[in-house]
């Protein structure tokens, strides 16, 4: 069981979409957006692990068209939440008035989330800790002690991101570190993009 806590904690600080994007919205948007956004996130990495649990996520991602549609999709959310982050109060016309991305934003970004899927997928079939009479307890136990990671990790990348909101640095300093967060963001995009093509 410790042995796939660790594992837990390693696949979740290590940056992703989700908490790169939560340090992103909490500096961008700061805590109440920040906190609606992991909401999100919240519910769709739950939703995600249901699936893979139920064997839903095999069937689906069995089929490499399908896994290429939800790359290039997560690819173009990724892209426009990074523009998002990066303008966010900018006095450029056409998104000054950019709403945050919210609940729905959060849920969305997990539900076509290629690391998603793939964290889930890797705890959930492996790290097996009870005899196998006993899955349904373990099933249990991996979620109880997935979601006792994740909070505390998410909680960290957005207070991280609302720390740099409050800091009320210049709007220059500020565009400069919601720019850097959206390259980061666009980088996992790129390495993904790499992986798929099996680069």
């Known amino acids: ?12 600080i290590t940056p992703g979409p989700g908490v790169l994007s939560i340090a992103g919205v909490g500096s961008g948007f700061g805590v109440r957006a920040g906190a609606h956004y992991m909401a999100g ?11 893979v649990v139920s064997g839903l996520a095999a069937i689906v991602l069995a089929d490499p068209q399908i896994r290429t549609v939800l790359l ?20 450029v016309a056409f998104i000054t008035r950019a709403k945050a991305p ?9 539900a076509i989330n290629p690391k998603a899927y793939a964290v889930n997928t890797a705890l959930f079939t492996g790290f097996a800790f009870l005899p196998p009479h006993q899955l349904a307890t373990e099933v249990v136990l991996k979620f109880v002690i997935v979601n006792a990671i994740w ?7 957005l207070a991280a ?39």
């Not at 069981?1 to 979740?12: G, K, N, Q, S």
């Not at 919210?102 to 997990?110: C, E, I």
């Not at 909070?151 to 990348?157: A, G, M, T």
């Open 72 to 91: 290039y999709a997560s690819a173009a959310y990724l892209l426009y939440l990074a523009a998002r982050i990066a303008f966010a109060g900018s006095k």
């Open 41 to 51: 996130l919240f519910v769709g990495t739950n939703l995600v692990a249901l699936a």
């Open 102 to 110: 919210g609940f729905l934003g959060g849920l969305a970004l997990q």
């Open 161 to 199: 991101g609302i720390y740099l909101h409050r800091l009320d640095l210049p709007r220059r300093t500020q565009f400069i570190i919601n720019v850097g967060m959206a390259l980061c963001m666009l980088t996992v995009v790129a390495l993904a993009a790499w992986a798929q093509s099996g680069g």
């Open 1 to 12: 069981m410790l042995t796939f806590a660790v594992a837990v904690f390693f696949l979740l």
């Open 151 to 157: 909070v505390p990790i998410h909680c960290l990348w």
